[in-house]
């Protein structure tokens, strides 16, 4: 019996041990996915999702990446031709693999496998991973637009130019002002010259009329003309 129990307690130990170095051990993920810049433009994402870190990171993909753009052969990178040298925990690398509509266009593959070699942080090789990667799943769907930092940070940037331009000497803001009691004199002129208050479908009256308008008694005498033209056509009818 004790013999027994030391080879159940012994196998029970060893199980724990190589549960705890699976826990422990890098894991590298590698995917595809929709940029959160924008949704037609795919990123390819290498990320250690592990709890220790990771080295000499190297990744192969069947058939070899090949995008759509002639300038960019993403296989001569440092990144593919030479691999990570160290991947902590959570460290999350994306960089730009290709635009979708452009990749569907000229007919490229939708479909890889990559597998990931890598050591842990002892320096001693860890199993290799396959994946198989698959973005065909992103066309035809609809998507959301979620705004992040990067939207965030462009609608600062659209700020910072337009207070560039209301700048004025000496760093000091540029200041417009509405009198609005003006404006409602003006609007009230062009009434009384025109029988109508502005629209932005209709033309302003001349400057000159309306800085003659300006004069009460000559507003009075249009009121007066312009009523006695509308009686006139209303006995005509």
Same mark, same amino acid.
């Given at each position: 019996?004790?013999?027994?129990?030391?080879?159940?307690?012994?196998?029970?130990?060893?199980?724990?041990?190589?549960?705890?170095?699976?826990?422990?051990?890098?894991?590298?993920?590698?995917?595809?996915?929709?940029?959160?810049?924008?949704?037609?433009?795919?990123?390819?994402?290498?990320?250690?999702?592990?709890?220790?870190?990771?080295?000499?990171?190297?990744?192969?993909?069947?058939?070899?990446?090949?995008?759509?753009?002639?300038?960019?052969?993403?296989?001569?990178?440092?990144?593919?031709?030479?691999?990570? =040298? /160290? @991947?902590?925990?959570?460290?999350?690398? *994306?960089? %730009?693999?290709? +635009?979708?509509?452009?990749?569907?266009?000229?007919?490229?593959?939708?479909?890889?496998?990559?597998?990931?070699?890598?050591?842990?942080?002892?320096?001693?090789?860890?199993?290799?991973?396959?994946?198989?990667?698959?973005?065909?799943?992103?066309?035809?769907?609809?998507?959301?637009?979620?705004?992040?930092?990067?939207?965030?940070?462009?609608?600062?940037?659209?700020?910072?130019?337009?207070?560039?331009?209301?700048?004025?000497?000496?760093?000091?803001?540029?200041?417009?002002?509405?009198?609005?009691?003006?404006?409602?004199?003006?609007?009230?002129?062009?009434?009384?010259?025109?029988?109508?208050? =502005? /629209? @932005?479908?209709?033309?302003?009256?001349? *400057?000159? %009329?309306?800085? +003659?308008?300006?004069?009460?008694?000559?507003?009075?005498?249009?009121?007066?003309?312009?009523?006695?033209?509308?009686?006139?056509?209303?006995?005509?009818?």
């Amino acid at each position: 019996m004790a013999v027994v129990a030391a080879v159940v307690a012994y196998f029970q130990v060893r199980e724990a041990r190589r549960t705890r170095e699976e826990q422990a051990r890098p894991f590298v993920v590698v995917d595809i996915q929709p940029s959160a810049v924008g949704g037609n433009i795919l990123n390819l994402v290498i990320e250690n999702v592990g709890r220790t870190l990771a080295r000499d990171v190297k990744i192969r993909f069947s058939p070899a990446l090949k995008t759509a753009r002639p300038d960019y052969d993403l296989n001569n990178t440092a990144l593919i031709r030479e691999g990570i =040298p /160290t @991947l902590p925990p959570a460290r999350r690398i *994306e960089v %730009l693999f290709d +635009v979708s509509h452009e990749r569907l266009e000229n007919d490229l593959p939708k479909r890889y496998e990559a597998t990931v070699s890598f050591k842990d942080a002892r320096g001693r090789p860890q199993e290799a991973l396959s994946y198989v990667i698959d973005v065909s799943y992103l066309y035809g769907a609809l998507t959301v637009d979620e705004y992040g930092p990067h939207h965030t940070a462009k609608a600062l940037r659209g700020i910072e130019k337009t207070l560039g331009k209301w700048t004025g000497r000496q760093g000091r803001l540029k200041v417009w002002t509405r009198d609005e009691d003006e404006a409602n004199k003006l609007s009230q002129v062009e009434h009384d010259l025109t029988g109508a208050y =502005p /629209t @932005l479908s209709q033309e302003p009256p001349p *400057e000159i %009329l309306m800085a +003659v308008g300006r004069g009460v008694i000559v507003r009075t005498v249009v009121r007066s003309v312009r009523r006695w033209f509308e009686r006139r056509d209303t006995s005509d009818d």
